[in-house]
């Protein structure tokens, strides 16, 4: 067996021309993955959830208690068909909002769907048109109790790192209407 690996090893350097150190090389790769590959999975997995659409969003109010709290992160995704009771997550003068939609109205300019929170007494003063929806909440990870502001950098790290593990596939609806 020695004697093959050491065929082999002359065969390698004598492909080589410029003579470098290729089982050095290889033995440094080998080492690099083993110790990092959960790591570049991970982060290749979490690039895939990210160019599919995927957002995780922190939620620094309690407008959507019960069902989500206060420091919560709640995951979405984009979809292209939202019903009355969905949870969605939107933009409204550069502030992302995570509220359940109450009403939807059609027009012929597209879409308006009237939300509200939970905890709130009354609805959103503005409905939110088609261009502002980021998406339908799918998942809350319920972290408010774990977590304080000044932490959110590494919960957003180690929310990336958990849900890049448990992500497959993300199938957007191919239905045309709203």
């Known amino acids: 067996m020695l004697q093959n ?62 069902a989500i709290g206060n420091g919560d992160v ?27 939609v109450t009403e939807i109205q059609r027009t012929p300019e597209g879409a308006y769907f009237s939300t509200k929170g939970d905890n709130n007494e009354h609805s959103d003063a503005f409905p939110v048109s088609e261009q502002e929806l980021m998406g339908k909440v799918i998942f809350v990870i319920p972290a408010g109790h774990v977590v304080n502001q000044k932490n959110v950098p590494v919960l957003y790290w180690l929310l990336g790192f958990t849900f890049g593990l448990l992500i497959h596939r993300i199938h957007i609806q191919n239905t045309p209407e709203l």
Do not use: W
């Open 5 to 66: 690996r050491e065929n082999l090893l002359c065969l390698i350097s004598s492909l080589n021309p410029h003579n470098y150190k290729i089982p050095l090389l290889l033995r440094f790769l080998k080492v690099f993955v083993d110790r990092y590959y959960t790591i570049i999975f991970i982060s290749l997995l979490v690039g895939a959830a990210k160019l599919s659409g995927v957002s995780l969003f922190y939620v620094l109010t309690g407008s959507m208690i019960p």
């Open 74 to 100: 709640v995951v979405t995704v984009p979809v292209r068909k939202i019903k009355n009771g969905d949870i969605i997550s939107f933009k409204q003068n550069s502030v992302v909002v995570t509220h359940r």
